[in-house]
C-alpha cells in the first residue's frame, strides 16, 4: 500500500476560502509559493491544517483523481454526510468528464441515504442526485444548501433548494 502525499499539488490553495486569513475562494492564497509550497506552512491557519483532502485519504481513489490532475478538491463535511466537489473554475466541466462523472454519479446514490453530493464552480452550486443534477445557480456562500428526498404524491422526489437567513418573525403575544 503507497501511501499519498500531496507533492506539488496545491489546487486547495487555490480553490478553498479561508477566512481566517480574509482568503476568498477561488484565488491563490498569499502565503503560496509556486515551486515551494506554503510560505507559512508550519505557521499556516487552522483551517488548512486541518483538512483533508479526499484524494490523499481515500485508496479507492487512484492518482487520475489527484487534484491538479482532476481540476477539483474532493472533501467531506457534516460528519461525512456531505461530499464536496470544489472544480477550478478555469475547468469548469472537468467533473464531467470520465472516469469522474460516471463515478460521482455512482456516489451520488448514497443521496437516497440522507447523503449529499454538491459541485462548486466558484459561486455556482449543482447538487448531484444518482438520477438528475438540480442546479442551483449562483448562491451566496453564506447560504446553506439542502437536499434529499422527500414523499410527494406517494413517490420519492429528489429536492434541492438555498436557504438564506430569513429575518425572524417578530414575536406574538400569547
Known sequence: MSVKSCGDCSLCCKLLGIAEIDKPAGKWCPNFKRG???????????????????????????DRWRP???????????????????????????WR???????LKAMSARAHDGHELLISIGDRRIVVFPDQEADLG????????????????GERVAFAMVLSDLEAAPETAA
Not at 77 to 94: H, I, K, S, Y
Open 97 to 103: 468528464r470520465e472516469p469522474y462523472y460516471s463515478r
Open 36 to 62: 515551494s509550497g506554503c510560505g507559512v506552512y508550519h505557521q499556516r491557519p487552522a483551517a488548512c491544517a486541518s483538512f483533508e483532502c479526499l484524494w490523499l485519504d481515500s485508496e479507492k481513489l487512484d
Open 68 to 94: 491538479d490532475r482532476a481540476h477539483f478538491v474532493m472533501y467531506t463535511e457534516q460528519d461525512g454526510r456531505r461530499l464536496n466537489v470544489v472544480v477550478d473554475a478555469a475547468t469548469p466541466d472537468a
Open 138 to 153: 449562483l448562491v451566496n456562500p453564506e447560504h446553506k444548501i439542502l437536499s434529499g428526498y422527500a414523499d410527494k404524491d
